[in-house]
């Protein structure tokens, strides 16, 4: 039975490792190893025969944009999820200007269909230089960028890793910004702001939904899955069954095999969980 296979939640693949990853199709297959063990290495078959669809993660749908003939060409289903967040380099020192990333995916919309390119605004990521009025008027940019383009829109709140603590914690002590408080919905300004964004999204023509939040409902926001079952069945007929297990506990995603690596990724975001 043909699986998802999702590139990836543990680097961006797309930005970064394109043409490897199409050369890996020449192969059909790649080989990926356990991230908590090394020495245990799981052969992935990349046959289209054998792929349902490709879930695509990254900052910079250009690779894919440039290459979508060609892999609808080699009968590759794939729907593509963009994050745009347009935050301060501070906290993302080599990441894509926002207007060019919105005009590939644009683009990219116009190639393969305004329901395979996806927007996430993720993490929502409160701070002195990133306050609620910030995310208000930035989310509200970039969702008329995107206006009539894409008709989904992904967020969720920062979590919390050990990695990235430490790396914002020096940048507080350095002076660079100061953080918000986080336990659950981290504070009070965190409801009704993502009440707003709710809205802004609504006047873009956008469905809004969180990734592995569990309060998100409260706040008009659906709970969603990134890798959505019943995208892929209403897109292609795929029938996937069952919650992936080894994702958080909120989170909703089908399942998938993720064939990316940690620490294979040069974007540099400080809050990232994948460095």
């Known amino acids: 039975m043909p699986f998802i296979i999702s590139v990836s939640r543990r680097c961006d693949i797309p930005r970064f490792h394109f043409d490897r990853f199409m050369r890996q199709l020449d192969g059909g297959f790649t080989d990926v190893a356990n991230p908590f063990n090394a020495g245990q290495v799981r052969r992935v078959s990349l046959l289209p025969d054998d792929v349902g669809a490709f879930v695509f993660w990254t900052r910079d749908p250009g690779p894919v944009l440039l290459r979508a003939d060609e892999l609808e060409a080699r009968g590759y289903r794939f729907y593509v999820m963009v994050t745009v967040t347009g935050y ?3 906290l993302e020192p080599d990441v894509p200007a926002a207007d060019e990333v919105c005009t590939a995916m ?5 190639r393969i269909g305004s329901r395979r390119v996806i927007w996430r605004y993720d993490p929502v990521f409160l701070s002195s230089i990133t306050d609620p009025s910030f995310h208000r008027e930035n989310f509200f940019s970039i969702a008329k960028k995107l206006e009539g383009r894409v008709r989904r829109v992904i967020v969720s709140l920062y979590d919390e ?3 990235a603590k430490r790396r914002i914690e020096s940048l507080e002590k350095a002076g660079a910004f100061s953080v918000a408080p986080k336990e659950g919905l981290p504070s009070e300004d965190a409801g009704p702001l993502l009440a707003s964004l709710a809205e802004i999204a609504g006047t873009a023509g956008m469905e809004i939904q969180t990734c592995a939040e569990n309060e998100s409902t409260r706040y008009g926001i659906k709970a969603g899955a990134c890798i959505d079952g019943e995208l892929l069945r209403d897109l292609w007929g795929l029938e996937i069954s069952g919650k992936d297990k080894n994702q958080r506990p909120h989170c909703l995603c089908a399942k ?3 064939i990316g690596s ?13 460095r």
């Not at 644009?106 to 116009?110: A, G, K, P, V």
């Not at 940690?262 to 994948?274: E, L, M, S």
């Open 256 to 258: 998938s095999v993720d």
């Open 88 to 90: 301060p380099k501070v």
């Open 262 to 274: 940690y620490g294979d990724c040069a974007a540099g975001c400080v809050y990232c969980y994948a």
């Open 161 to 163: 890793y050990r990695g």
């Open 106 to 110: 644009r683009e990219l919309s116009d």
